[in-house]
């Protein structure tokens, strides 16, 4: 059992920048490969980052490529996601979450068993 916990969210103005965290506690956080997702009202759950256990290799959806950065620190038990550039399209709510066998599949929800509650965030225009 893996519980996480967001935070860091906000108001923010377009072209500005904020780092959220996800801080875990239960089984070995090092154990899981981590993923962000986000979902704005109407929309889908969609991909927003990953990064895998035991090397970090990092992945990023289309729409954040080269704005965004996925990073854990294993002896915090904690992964950010580092954004910048924001647009109001990234308004969504954020949410962390963990999967211990997501495979090549680390863009689909369905691979991570533990979320967290979400926070969200809001770009202005």
């Known amino acids: 059992q893996v519980q996480l916990v967001e935070s860091g969210g906000g108001l923010v103005q377009a072209g500005g920048s904020l780092r959220l965290s996800c801080a875990g506690s239960g089984r070995a956080f090092s154990w899981y490969s981590m993923g962000w997702f986000r979902q704005a009202p109407g929309k889908e759950r969609e991909f927003v980052a990953a990064i895998i256990r035991n090397g970090g290799s990092t992945y990023y959806g289309d729409s954040v490529k080269g704005r965004f950065t996925i990073s854990r620190d294993d002896a915090k038990n904690t992964v950010y996601l580092q954004m910048t550039s924001l647009k109001p399209e990234d308004t969504a709510v954020y949410y962390c979450?963990?999967?211990?066998?997501?495979?090549?599949?680390?863009?689909?929800?369905?691979?991570?068993?533990?979320w967290g509650q979400g926070t969200q965030v809001t770009v202005s225009s």
């Open positions: 979450a963990a999967g211990g066998s997501i495979g090549s599949y680390y863009y689909s929800p369905r691979r991570y068993e533990y």
